[in-house]
């Protein structure tokens, strides 16, 4: 099955020891976004990919960046995780057409300790 | 700037009976809005979306939206709640200028035998 496959589901890392999450797809998606979910908090975007142009939010710290090598995969990178930085960090794809057609990942969930 | 407003943050009823879940934005263009289900353990998923016609709107398991523009609000329902409910609900907004999907904080729906 076309499916949006995010690696680890858990992951645990210190504080400021570089950490970078993995997402994979296989819908041949143009779009693929990073959101950050922390506890009882609306999912939030931190960038995206529309093909190989990167988009960040305005807002996104510096601290965290982003590849994507290829159509397929796409990962983020966490310079020095701060204590702050543990939530669910979901990756979603999406065709052209942006929020018409959503396809998300289980998620990884990082602890910074 | 979009927001989306979630006003029940937990809900909990029997199974049978009728669930409605509140989502209010704040957007002065065209919008485009969904509502997503997060069962325990498991990536986001699509219920129904939104974007233009039939403001009535049927979505997996039963359950529906209504699009009521003047109240700038889309309320999710379901006639009689299964155990099976039990999960996250989150409304998002996405508008026809951008591709990130503003996202509510969530309800989380207990449904007791």
């Known amino acids: 099955d076309a499916m949006v496959i995010q690696n680890p589901r858990y992951q645990v890392t210190q504080f400021g020891k570089p950490v970078t999450l993995s997402c994979s797809q296989t819908?041949?998606?143009?779009?693929m976004y990073w959101y950050q979910q922390k506890s009882s908090q609306a999912p939030k975007l931190l960038f995206h990919?529309?093909?190989?142009?990167?988009?960040n939010e305005a807002d996104t710290p510096d601290n965290f960046q982003s590849r994507r090598p290829n159509t397929s995969f796409c990962f983020l990178d966490i310079r020095s995780p701060g204590l702050g930085d543990t939530a669910m960090y979901l990756c979603?794809?999406?065709?052209?057409?942006?929020?018409?057609?959503?396809?998300f990942g289980s998620g990884t969930r990082l602890t910074v300790v | 700037a979009q927001s989306v407003s979630q006003h029940n943050h937990h809900v909990i009823l029997s199974e049978a009976a009728s669930l409605e879940l509140g989502c209010n934005y704040s957007?002065?263009?065209?919008?485009?809005l969904f509502w997503y289900v997060q069962y325990p353990g498991q990536h986001l998923q699509l219920l129904l979306k939104?974007?233009?016609?039939?403001?009535l709107v049927k979505g997996i398991k039963g359950f529906e939206a209504e699009f009521i523009k003047s109240k700038f609000s889309f309320n999710l329902r379901k006639p009689s709640v299964q155990w099976s409910d039990t999960a996250e609900y989150f409304c998002?907004?996405?508008?026809?200028?951008?591709?990130?999907?503003?996202f509510g904080k969530g309800t989380s729906l207990l449904v007791t035998p």
């Open positions: 979603a794809t999406s065709g052209r057409q942006g929020p018409y057609g959503y396809t």
């Open positions: 990919y529309y093909d190989k142009d990167f988009n």
């Open positions: 939104y974007f233009s016609g039939d403001p």
């Open positions: 957007y002065g263009g065209t919008v485009n």
């Open positions: 819908l041949n998606h143009n779009v």
């Open positions: 998002a907004v996405g508008s026809n200028s951008g591709y990130a999907l503003n």
